[in-house]
Structure formats: structure tokens, C-alpha cells
């Protein structure tokens, strides 16, 4: 009787041990499948968010191209570094531009988007007529449309363009135009500044 019981004892504790197993291994496989479900919703929520704001930004570059298209007369005649009223509107969609583009998840496309929408504020650089500048944002913004275009195909990023590089170097000439022009009239006040009178002898 004794051997009968404790046999029974053996397999109750063997079905015990083996259900708790089971059901630990049940917990365990159940906790990585909403995990893995978790990451999955997280990277798709994340390429919508993206896939919106390359939207957003590529739609208020088209709407910049046909201003800058508009622009006529005066507005591109004037010399580049009086202020006109198309800068202003320029630089409200590329600010728009700018806070899409912020939006995007992947660096790689921030970083390179970077670079025309850096130097289409630059666009003083371009020339000595508005003519210039509005020509200069308006490439700037061809690339960036290139860029972003690349990203919603989820193509390889495309090499800056001639029109970057040289306008890169615009950049460089100018601001170093800029530096020695203050260098000389620091040099030209200090050399022209007045004397301080001699003291009065007492």
C-alpha cells in the first residue's frame, strides 16, 4: 500500500512539475512574441511618421519652386543685399522645410538635406543681383526634392550635385571677402583714430 501511494505521490509531483514547466516556457514565448509585436508596431509607427514629414517637406519645396518661379521684375533687378519682399516668404517655407525635415527618423537623410537647406539661406553668396539669389534657393531646393524623393523610393542617397559643390565654394569666397573687408576697416579706424589731446600743463 505504501509503495502504491508513494508511486502516486512520484507521478502527481512529475505531472506538477512538468505543468509548471510548461507553463513557464507558455509565459516566456508569449512575453518575446509581444515584444517582438511591440518592435514591430514601434519601427512601423516610425516609417509613417517619416514617410508623413518627407511629404510635408517635398510639398512646401513644390510650393517654394512656383514662387520662385513667380518672381519678376524689380523683385530680382535689385542688388542682392537690399531686402526684398520674396526673402521673406522663401524663408517661411524653408523654415517649414526645416521642421518636417526634423521629423525624419533616419540621420542620414536629415544630415544630407542639411547641406542645400544651409545654403539656400546663404543666398547673398550667389551674386550681386536678386536675380542671382532667386536662382541659387530655388537649385538648393531642386536638391532637396532629389533627397527626399530618394528617401519615400528608399533609394541610395544621391551625390551632391554640381550646383552644391560650387555653391559650397560661393560660400567660402564670400565669407572671405567678408573677413578681410572687416579686417580692413578695423586696420582703418585704428590707424585713422584721433590722438587724445596732451594734458594741459597745470
Do not use: C
Amino acid at each position: 500500500m505504501e509503495a502504491e501511494v508513494l508511486a502516486g505521490l512520484i507521478g502527481f509531483g512529475g505531472a506538477v512539475f512538468g505543468a509548471v514547466i510548461g507553463g513557464g516556457t507558455s509565459l516566456i514565448a508569449t512575453k518575446l512574441t509581444l515584444n517582438h509585436q511591440r518592435d514591430q508596431t514601434s519601427e512601423t509607427r516610425l516609417q509613417e511618421l517619416g514617410h508623413a514629414a518627407t511629404e510635408t517637406a517635398m510639398s512646401e519645396l513644390i510650393q517654394l519652386g512656383q514662387f520662385l518661379g513667380s518672381i519678376r521684375g524689380a523683385e530680382v533687378e535689385a542688388h542682392v543685399e537690399d531686402n526684398r519682399p520674396w526673402i521673406t516668404t522663401a524663408g517661411d517655407h524653408l523654415k517649414n522645410v526645416e521642421l518636417a525635415v526634423a521629423r525624419i527618423p533616419d540621420r542620414k537623410v536629415r544630415d544630407r538635406v542639411k547641406i542645400p537647406l544651409d545654403l539656400a539661406y546663404r543666398y547673398r553668396a550667389s551674386g550681386s543681383r536678386h536675380f542671382f539669389a532667386v536662382r541659387w534657393v530655388g537649385e538648393m531646393a531642386n536638391d532637396m526634392i532629389d533627397v527626399l524623393s530618394a528617401n519615400l523610393r528608399r533609394d541610395k542617397m544621391p551625390a551632391l550635385p554640381e550646383s552644391v559643390t560650387k555653391a559650397q565654394e560661393k560660400v567660402t569666397a564670400y565669407d572671405e571677402r567678408i573677413r578681410l573687408r572687416q579686417e580692413a576697416l578695423i586696420e582703418h579706424v585704428v590707424v585713422h583714430r584721433p590722438e587724445a589731446d596732451p594734458p594741459t600743463p597745470s
